[in-house]
C-alpha cells in the first residue's frame, strides 16, 4: 500500500525546490520543510488533513525562493553542494513535476473516476 496522496505530494515539491535550489545551488543549510533524517519519506507519510495550509505555504516559499534564484544568476551557474548547473536544475525540475503531475492525475482519479482529455 502506497502513501502517496496529492498533500504529501505538494509536501514533497517544496522538499524538492528546497533541495536544489536552497542547498543544492546556493549551498544554504536549510533545513527541508518535510523531510526528516529518520524518515526519508516523511513527506509522504506524515501529510495529514490539519496540515494543508502549512505544505501550499511551504511549497509557496520555496517556488519562491527559487524563482528569485533564477532571476538573479546565469544558466551556467554551478551550485555549491550538488555540482550541477542551474541549467540542468531547470531542466530536472521540468521532468520532476511532469513526473508528479502524472501521479496527481492518477491519484485524482481514483478518487472520482474522471480521465484527463
Known amino acids: ?4 496522496s ?3 505530494l ?22 527541508r520543510p518535510f ?3 529518520d524518515d526519508v519519506d516523511a513527506a509522504w507519510d506524515r501529510a495529514s488533513a490539519d496540515g ?3 505544505a501550499w505555504a511551504a511549497w509557496r516559499e520555496e517556488v519562491a525562493y527559487a524563482e528569485d534564484f533564477f532571476e538573479r544568476n546565469d544558466l551556467d ?3 555549491v ?6 541549467r540542468w536544475v531547470m531542466l530536472h525540475m521540468i521532468e520532476e513535476y511532469a513526473r508528479h503531475m502524472g501521479h496527481a ?9 474522471r480521465v484527463g482529455q
Open 1 to 4: 500500500m502506497t502513501s502517496m
Open 6 to 8: 496529492l498533500l504529501g
Open 10 to 31: 505538494v509536501r514533497h515539491m517544496a522538499d524538492v525546490e528546497c533541495g536544489w535550489f536552497r542547498r543544492g545551488l546556493a549551498g544554504e543549510d536549510a533545513p
Open 35 to 37: 523531510k526528516r533524517d
Open 52 to 54: 494543508v495550509d502549512e
Open 77 to 79: 551557474l554551478v551550485g
Open 81 to 86: 553542494e550538488k555540482r550541477v548547473s542551474l
Open 105 to 113: 492525475d492518477l491519484l485524482r482519479q481514483a478518487i472520482d473516476g
